[in-house]
């Protein structure tokens, strides 16, 4: 079955990590759509343990699409509205394990389950029962063995070899083909051998977009590189090096910034500044940088390297706080910039979706770099980016860009709306330069699709 990597030049996809189905409706239909934002990827929509903290929806319970983020009859709306508004969607898919309450419990939709005992979808001789470190944890991530087949922190562990547990998760991710899901982000896909997840995607009704989280772990047996022939896989170490050169190196470093760093091929990665487990667990750059996580941002869309994921987070002040929920953790609608972040409206992020879309398939040219924090380089033909991570202001000077000339919108600045720019305008002229001033920690970009 061919790949089904996302096509056309509407590629970037928004994680809206724990919002809601009406909420993600209403986004792709006034946000999402407009700014062109190729892909949604939700959090996970099954059936999970009841509590608080986010991370219950990676403990399922059942495949009911029915969670705290709403109904099947929400979801399937969702699916509707932003396909209407050009906005594909991607699931988190959690099928290397179910629950990993040792009690067992009642789910969100009210199916009763154990730790190994699922009724109507699994019973115990469908878990690894791998024998190992006394709780059968994964504790040694330097043996395979050990991490596809004992518990990652007690979450029961799946046979995925089995034919039944195959044919159950395809059934699953079927179903939600069936609801009009576009893709999936196979959760966990470390902990299941490639080969798994290829007997999964053999067994769906159409091709679907993968994305699989292998996080590179230096020396470990288990490399990302293994999971690129079922289709995309994160490249972990991309938001890591960006927030190592970011904060104590210098932007001049970017110059090749990808597959020279060690990182997956390009056309196999899919990359973030940060994700919801990195904003957690540190070293990367997070809404909390501001300005400099905008920045971030801003150099990855415009850079030719992967597929990117834009963050966009709920605020939170300890590890395990769940989103802005009800009494009864029903998740809240959403409300930018209180409680949530909405970093995928922040106009710089927003308006470098469009460059991203803009400039797709032309390659860097004119790489500039003052051997330090300012870099600028074109996206041959199609648009330019000159970004400042200076202490100072660089002013006085000129650009080359090889772009047409014209009258651009900055869209670091301003916005183009309707043929129009509410910021600053930048005038190339006939032999492709153009001449501004960058202030400290900040940037100027133009491109083709924002020409006046
Ligand atoms: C993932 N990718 O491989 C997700 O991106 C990550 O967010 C998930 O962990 C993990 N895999 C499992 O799907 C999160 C969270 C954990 C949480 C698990 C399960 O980061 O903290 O574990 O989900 O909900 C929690 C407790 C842990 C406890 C476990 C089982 O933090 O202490 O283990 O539940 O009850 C005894
Ligand atoms: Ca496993």
Same mark, same amino acid.
């Given at each position: ?349 927003? =308006?470098?979706?469009? %460059?991203?879309? $803009?400039?797709? @398939?032309?390659?860097?040219? +004119?790489?500039? *770099? !003052?051997?330090? =924090?300012?870099?600028? %380089?074109?996206? $041959?033909?199609? @648009?330019?980016?000159?970004? +400042?991570?200076? *202490? !100072? ?60």
């Amino acid at each position: 079955r061919a790949a089904a990597a996302p096509s056309g030049t509407r590629k970037v996809i928004v994680q809206l990590f724990e919002w809601n189905w009406p909420s993600v409706a209403a986004e792709c239909q006034s946000t999402l759509g407009p700014k062109g934002y190729g892909y949604v990827q939700v959090s996970p929509p099954q059936e999970h343990v009841r509590g608080p903290q986010w991370w219950v929806a990676y403990q399922p319970v059942s495949y009911r699409i029915e969670s705290r983020k709403g109904t099947r009859a929400q979801f399937q709306s969702m699916v509707n509205t932003c396909h209407a508004a050009g906005v594909k969607v991607i699931v988190d898919a959690v099928v290397n394990h179910m629950s990993g309450q040792d009690g067992g419990g009642t789910g969100w939709a009210g199916s009763t389950y154990g730790h190994y005992d699922y009724p109507g979808t699994y019973q115990t001789q469908d878990f690894h029962h791998c024998g190992r470190n006394g709780n059968d944890d994964i504790v040694n991530y330097n043996d395979r063995y050990e991490v596809q087949n004992c518990e990652l922190v007690n979450l029961a562990d799946l046979r995925t070899e089995s034919d039944y547990v195959r044919g159950r998760l395809a059934a699953y991710l079927n179903d939600l083909l069936s609801l009009g899901v576009d893709g999936f982000r196979m959760d966990a896909s470390k902990h299941m051998p490639a080969a798994d997840i290829a007997a999964l995607k053999s067994r769906l009704s159409r091709p679907a977009y993968l994305v699989q989280e292998v996080i590179h772990g230096a020396g470990e047996p288990i490399q990302p590189g293994e999971y690129t022939g079922n289709g995309d896989v994160h490249e972990f170490r991309y938001g890591k090096d960006l927030a190592r050169v970011f904060r104590s190196e210098r932007l001049a470093y970017l110059r090749n910034f990808g597959e020279a760093w060690g990182h997956l091929p390009s056309g196999s990665a899919a990359v973030f500044v940060d994700n919801h487990d990195t904003q957690r667990d540190g070293g990367v750059l997070t809404y909390r940088d501001r300005g400099i996580y905008a920045l971030a941002n801003a150099f990855m869309l415009a850079w030719p390297y992967g597929s990117p994921t834009v963050m966009s987070s709920y605020t939170f002040a300890s590890r395990d706080q769940g989103p802005p929920s009800d009494g009864g953790n029903r998740t809240l609608n959403t409300t930018c910039y209180s409680g949530w972040e909405c970093e995928h409206r922040w106009p710089v992020i927003a =308006n470098m979706v469009g %460059f991203r879309n $803009a400039t797709e @398939g032309a390659g860097v040219a +004119n790489w500039y *770099d !003052n051997g330090n =924090n300012h870099i600028a %380089f074109s996206r $041959a033909g199609k @648009g330019y980016l000159t970004l +400042n991570d200076e *202490d !100072n202001a660089i002013t006085g000077r000129s650009y080359y860009t090889g772009l047409p000339a014209g009258r651009y919108c900055d869209v670091i600045h301003g916005t183009y709306a309707n043929g129009a720019c509410n910021g600053p305008v930048v005038t190339v002229d006939g032999n492709g330069w153009f001449a501004a001033d960058v202030p400290a920690h900040d940037a100027v970009a133009i491109h083709l699709g924002a020409r006046l």
